[in-house]
């Protein structure tokens, strides 16, 4: 087995999470332009708008118009969302309702790193492995993560790659822009399908960050499977 030289991190739910679920964001954001649905609705309502959406990712968009077209992407899950939690709810401005929602999600305080991320990714360079993060989230992901003093190598999202998780074309894409094989790489997520089987598909090992007590056990795992492939 060859050294796994990169390491590659999903974002939300693995290297970060957001301080309160979102439909308790959705609902204070709602309160402030006058529409009252419980956060528990709109938590469950997100996550079934979320599971059916369409993947983010516009291939063929000119770089300059993947931003709008990100942002374009959010604004109807988010209508969805509200629709799925309440079809009775109203905006009088939901443009100025989701302009405030979609800010808010780009500030770092809103978000956190994961226990022992810090102390993994600094373990992971001094072992001289290349760390990117691979994640279907947006092009407000980078500035999170520099909030949060989170520091990664490349960034690589859907709309740069032209395809999402779980597409093998996605890990194929971001590992060509990283100069990696898929022998030499190691994925960690947390969804079963999107995250860990997708990148067993497409070459790579994967690791569930439910296995681990925290991010901080990474590396010691990622040499675990170094050292078993290599007495098998």
Same mark, same amino acid.
């Given at each position: 087995m060859?050294r796994?030289?990169? *390491?590659?991190?999903?974002a939300v +739910?693995?290297?970060?999470?957001?301080?309160?679920?979102?439909?308790e964001?959705?609902a204070?954001a709602a309160?402030?332009?006058?529409v009252?649905?419980p956060g528990?609705?709109?938590?469950d309502?997100?996550?079934? *708008? !979320?599971?059916r959406a $369409?993947a983010?990712?516009f291939?063929?968009a000119? $770089?300059?118009?993947?931003g709008?077209l990100?942002?374009?992407?959010?604004r109807?899950?988010v %209508?969805?969302?509200? %629709?799925?939690?309440d079809?009775m709810? #109203?905006?009088?401005?939901?443009?100025g309702f989701?302009?405030? !929602?979609f800010?808010?999600?780009?500030?770092?305080?809103v978000?956190r790193?994961?226990p022992?991320?810090?102390?993994?990714? @600094?373990?992971?360079?001094?072992?001289r492995?290349?760390?990117a993060?691979?994640?279907n989230?947006d092009h407000?992901?980078?500035a999170i993560?520099a +909030?949060l003093? !989170?520091?990664v190598?490349p960034?690589?999202?859907p709309?740069?790659?032209?395809?999402?998780?779980p597409?093998p %074309?996605?890990?194929?894409?971001?590992?060509a #822009? !990283?100069?990696l094989?898929?022998a030499e790489s *190691?994925? *960690?997520?947390?969804d079963p399908?999107?995250?860990l089987?997708a990148?067993?598909?497409?070459?790579l090992? @994967?690791?569930?960050?439910?296995?681990?007590a925290t991010l901080?056990?990474? $590396?010691?795992r990622?040499?675990d499977?170094?050292r078993?492939a %290599?007495?098998a």
């Open positions: 060859r796994l030289r990169g *390491v590659l991190l999903d +739910g693995t290297l970060i999470e957001l301080r309160e679920p979102v439909g964001s959705y204070r309160r402030d332009f006058g009252d649905v528990w609705r709109l938590d309502a997100f996550r079934r *708008v !979320l599971a $369409p983010m990712a291939p063929g000119s $770089p300059e118009r993947i709008d990100e942002r374009a992407w959010w109807d899950v %209508r969805a969302t509200f %629709r799925a939690a079809q709810a #109203r905006f009088a401005d939901f443009e989701f302009d405030a !929602l800010s808010r999600f780009a500030r770092p305080e978000w790193g994961r022992g991320a810090r102390e993994a990714l @600094a373990r992971l360079e001094a072992d492995r290349l760390v993060v691979l994640s989230f407000r992901l980078p993560l +909030g003093e !989170l520091a190598g960034v690589l999202l709309g740069e790659l032209g395809a999402a998780k597409d %074309r996605c890990f194929a894409a971001a590992l #822009r !990283l100069g094989t898929p *190691v994925y *960690v997520g947390d399908a999107s995250d089987a990148a067993r598909r497409a070459g090992r @994967a690791i569930d960050v439910a296995s681990l901080a056990e990474l $590396p010691r990622i040499a499977l170094e078993e %290599r007495s």
